[in-house]
C-alpha cells in the first residue's frame, strides 16, 4: 500500500481508494474467506447452476442469446452469435437487454443495468433465490 497515493507514486481514483474503514473491511474479508475457502465452491456452483439455467431459457424462449460465465460471474447477452471479444459485444441487441433487465427489475430483481457488465453471485444466493430469479427471468424473457 506504500506504493499506492498519496504515499507512492500509483495513483488510484476510487469512491473507497485509500479509506481506512474501506481498507479494513477489505482485510477482515479476505481474512475470511481464507479460513472459508468453501465459499468458493458454493458461489462458483452457483453461478454455474444460474448460467446453466439462463440458457436453457433462451433456447426454450427462442430468443437469441448466450451467457458467457466464469466461476461466480456472468452474463447474459442477447446477439445472434457467441460474445468472445468488444466486436462481437457492441453488436449485441441493448434494446433488447433493456427491456429485459426493467422486467427483472419490476419483479425485484436487479441486474447489472447494461449488458456490458458482469454480474455476481454472493454466498448470500441460495437455491430458493435462484429459483427466483429464474422464475422471473421465464417471464422476462417471455416479454421481450
Do not use: H, W
Not at 456452483?45 to 440458457?55: F, I, K, Q, V, Y
Not at 459485444?89 to 458482469?118: H, N, V, W
Amino acid at each position: 500500500m506504500d506504493f499506492v497515493s498519496p504515499l507512492g507514486p500509483v495513483y488510484q481514483a476510487g469512491t473507497l481508494s485509500g479509506n481506512p474503514l474501506a481498507m479494513a473491511a477489505g482485510l477482515a474479508m479476505l481474512r475470511q474467506l481464507q479460513s472459508n475457502p468453501s465459499v468458493y465452491e458454493t458461489i462458483n456452483n452457483s453461478g454455474l447452476s444460474l448460467a446453466t439455467e439462463l440458457r436453457k431459457q433462451l433456447k426454450a424462449a427462442g430468443v437469441n442469446g448466450s451467457v458467457n460465465q466464469v466461476g461466480s460471474m456472468f452474463t447474459l447477452f442477447f446477439a445472434d452469435k457467441p460474445v468472445t471479444d468488444f466486436d462481437s459485444a457492441k453488436a449485441c441487441d441493448t434494446k433488447r437487454f433493456a427491456s429485459y433487465f426493467q422486467s427483472m427489475l419490476r419483479q425485484g430483481i436487479y441486474l447489472a443495468p447494461s449488458q456490458f457488465e458482469a454480474m455476481f453471485i454472493s454466498s448470500a444466493i441460495n437455491d430458493q433465490i435462484i429459483e427466483r430469479i429464474l422464475t422471473a427471468s421465464r417471464t422476462a424473457l417471455s416479454e421481450v
